[in-house]
């Protein structure tokens, strides 16, 4: 009774393994797992958290700054003054010291808040490079995905060329040896199919590249292999009218940039106050080991101004620097939305020609099968020869190649737009 029951429940973890095996891979499964576990991701992902600490860290001067110090001084003699002609010491000659004071920098002109608003707007660009990223690797997993799909399909087309041929050389080395036909005609066959035969193995090793990427890209296995889902598509809606400066707006990239503009404003503000003042305060408790003082411990609070006379010209330089990363940044962003419009007219351009394509081989794929089929009754008639047989067999599978090739242009050149405009 135990074996029994041992036995089916083996059997009924093999049929879950079994139906879990079979269920189709599906794309938005590959997307997530890409946003799981793509190795770019995971190192991306570490920019906008390192940011988040940039925060804090600039955020740490809207609290006062708490120094404490302590120390022990030997003295080869100590310290003393004359007094009526009398020399007296006024310090031991070894003492320890002790200090406690708080400093906080009241205004300055401007230049910490801009220091932070940097520091914000730099962690607010980091985000967005992140997604960018993350838009990047999704339109690399559809292309693996969809380049997957086509070589399958591909790879059916050169077999279903391999067996035209094989059948066709069959047929010219009957006629051949009736003596119909000369050797000439089986010599063309041979050839043929050999070539038909690497045109099959260049297709399948395709696949396989194309599995390790799509592996590569989700972080799976290398030799991880399922069955893909081929009903999938990608509708484009109305993105035909999309109004360019929506698509900039939720473009991860151009954002990016705008946010470093931004930042870049805030080091040209931070840059230009260092010429200012600044003003602070101060409150601090000193200990002095001296037995001569009436008093060693000092409290004392101070408020005060200080200011940079001269450092070389760094400051200035460093002004220039910033007004000239700003104006680079600016012309950076410029570029970047000139580009997005490139991007979004080309892959309006590619959807359209890509359905048109789609059309077109769908009638060709009709009427090279039925060129195909004349030309094989043409030849056992003995009135066709076997070049129009063989040119006949590669226009079918010539025919398929561009059906397919337009199929899965379409879905990947959908996919380029929904990224132009921001919506992938």
Known sequence: MKNLLFSLFITGILLVGSVSWAAPLTLQECLERAKQYNPGLKAAAWSPRIAEQDIRQTSATNYPRIDAQAGYTVQQAAQGAKIGGMAAETQQADYATAGLSATYTIYDFGRRNARQQMSRALADSSVQSFEARRTDISLQ???????????????????????????????????????????????????????AKQKLLTMKNRKENDWLQLNFLTGSQANFRAELDEGVTLSNGSMSLVNENDALSRRHDVLALRHGVQASDMEVRESKAAFYPELYTQAALNYVQ????????????????????????????TTEKAVRNRSRNQDALRQAESQVRLEIDSSKNDVNVARERISVAETAIRQSEENLRINKERYQERVGTATEVLDAQTLVTQAKTDYYSALYDYQVSTARLKRAVGEL
């Open 290 to 317: 001296n037995d001569k003082a009436l008093e060693q411990t000092i409290v004392a609070a101070t408020i005060g101004i200080k200011v940079n006379l001269f450092d070389g010209f760094a400051s200035t330089a």
């Open 141 to 195: 997993v559809i292309e693996a995905y969809f380049s997957i799909l086509e070589t399958d399909k591909l790879i059916t087309a050169a077999a279903d060329e391999v067996t035209q041929v094989e059948e066709h050389r069959r047929v010219a080395q009957a006629l051949f040896e009736e003596g119909v036909v000369t050797r000439n005609d089986v010599l063309q066959a041979d050839v043929r199919l050999a070539a």
